[in-house]
């Protein structure tokens, strides 16, 4: 059977009548891979299915939160019964303590935890506390590093290794981004120079420890070291963004792998179990000038909302059940990711491989990938030409060279199996690509 995707096609342009661009989030659209985005109707352990009735195995998990899988059953179990006892009442529950108890002891950097409702807003409000605690107003991200979509972090580099903030959207004030300076990831040399030239006036360094917004990128040895080194001689607070990274890479986040301590994480993903869920927590001292504790304002209508918390907390249960459940998760992302590599290089292709634990990704590059410059020499339309003959055999990617892959304590070796074979004949279409390359 022709693989099709009529229906979505129709639902898309449907979409576009009532949503700008027919989704709620940018990558969505399929506009770095073209063509149309399948609309899914159901999802289940490591499949998804749209409503044309493709099936796909699914190594997107919903961009990280996803760890056990869609729809696990006892953490659904637990929803059904949460609902049945109100979905929000915006006063405190004991669930809320529960899952800040557990996010303490996984990751003892955060001795408090704030609940928000999306990374994006616990990026935001960290760097305001970062700010108020420091009285400095300079922020430092890495180019390529995604810190959601708020003013102070819509911002990477221009040319160059330290330049001055650039907003990367019609509609962030110079004024704003003007306080954020963008290093380029794995330079140590870099951000020497910014604090060197800046550091009276930087209060905190935000960081993904595990790069996934650029393709995933790899943290040199010894590089999270040295950020922690230079943010401490300067009295700059250390923000690892760990949205994407926190119980994803080990139990205890990047942190816990790389063994660096930083003063402020940020968490979401995984600890929301597919509902949305953000949090940012660190060290007593400064978590304490966030209002009530202190004057540093930060609110939240639906913040610590009981199904979220319910979610996280059995998603967070089931981990800590199986002590085992990163170990087994990593050897099978490393058996599928080198099931691929040999498919790869049986065309010749060497293609850059990256794996931390449960993530991992490819750039369709011959030269080492170590930062958003070296990301960006990826030839995208190899890319796009292996992500939808991917998708045509039931193999759901993200649709952009610059995303990270997530594999699910769900995915069975069969999808693994499934997996490599289709990537031999997706790896063939890119061959095919190469060969009309040349000739055009
Ligand atoms: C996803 C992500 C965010 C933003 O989280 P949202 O819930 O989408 O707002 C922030 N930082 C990192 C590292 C992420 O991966």
């Known amino acids: 059977m022709a693989f099709k995707l009529d229906k979505s096609a129709t639902a898309f342009a449907e979409a576009k009548r009532y949503i700008p661009g027919g989704v709620n989030s940018p990558v969505r659209s399929f506009r770095g891979v073209g063509g149309t985005p399948p609309f899914i109707a159901k999802a289940a352990g490591s499949h998804i299915f749209d409503i044309d009735g493709n099936k796909y195995i699914d190594y997107v998990g919903s961009w990280g939160p996803m760890i056990l899988g869609h729809a696990h059953p006892e953490v659904i179990a637990e929803l059904s019964d949460a609902l049945q006892r109100g979905t929000s009442y915006g006063a405190p529950t004991l669930l809320e303590t529960e899952l800040a108890r557990l996010i303490t002891e996984a990751v003892p950097s955060m001795e408090l935890v704030r609940f928000v409702n999306s990374g994006t807003e616990a990026t935001m409000s960290v760097l305001r506390l970062a700010r108020a605690y420091t009285q400095r107003n300079k922020i430092v991200k890495f180019a390529g590093c995604y810190h959601g979509h708020h003013d102070s972090l819509l911002v990477k580099a221009g040319s160059g290794a330290t330049t001055l903030g650039v907003p990367d959207s019609p509609g962030v004030p110079d004024t704003i981004a003007g306080n954020t300076i963008t290093v380029e990831y794995n330079d140590a040399q870099a951000l020497t120079t910014v604090f060197e030239r800046h550091g009276q006036d930087i209060a905190a360094v935000i960081i993904e420890p595990v790069p996934g917004n650029m ?7 010894g590089y999270l070291e040295q950020v922690r080194a230079l943010t401490e001689k300067y009295g700059a607070l250390l923000i690892f963004d760990e ?20 003063d402020l994480t940020c968490l979401g993903k995984v600890i929301g179990g597919g509902l949305p869920v953000g949090a940012y927590g660190g060290r007593r001292d400064i978590m304490e000038h966030i209002a009530p504790a202190g004057p540093v304002y930060q ?14 907390l059995a998603t967070l249960r089931l981990i800590a059940q199986n002590p085992d459940f ?5 050897s099978m992302t490393t058996a599928l990711c080198a099931g691929v590599q040999a498919q790869a290089l049986a065309f010749g292709f060497n293609f850059q491989f990256h794996q931390v634990g ?10 080492p990938v170590y930062d958003y410059n070296s990301a960006k020499r990826s030839d995208v339309g190899a890319f796009n030409t292996f992500f939808h003959a991917m998708l045509e055999q039931g193999v759901y990617l993200a649709p952009s060279q610059f995303e990270a892959a997530f594999m699910s304590s769900a995915h069975t070796h069969t999808d693994i199996g499934a997996t490599i074979a289709a990537s031999g004949n997706a790896f063939a279409r890119v061959a095919e690509y190469y060969r009309k390359q040349k000739h055009e």
């Open 326 to 330: 990163y170990e087994k998760l990593t």
């Open 215 to 221: 393709g995933l990128i790899l943290p040199r040895p």
């Open 299 to 312: 609110a939240g209508t639906l913040s610590g909302n009981p199904l979220a918390m319910t979610a996280g």
């Open 358 to 367: 449960s993530m991992f990704g490819i750039f369709f590059t011959d030269k």
């Open 243 to 262: 949205v994407m990274s926190g119980f994803r890479v080990a139990y205890g986040g990047a942190q816990e792998l790389y063994d660096i301590t930083p």
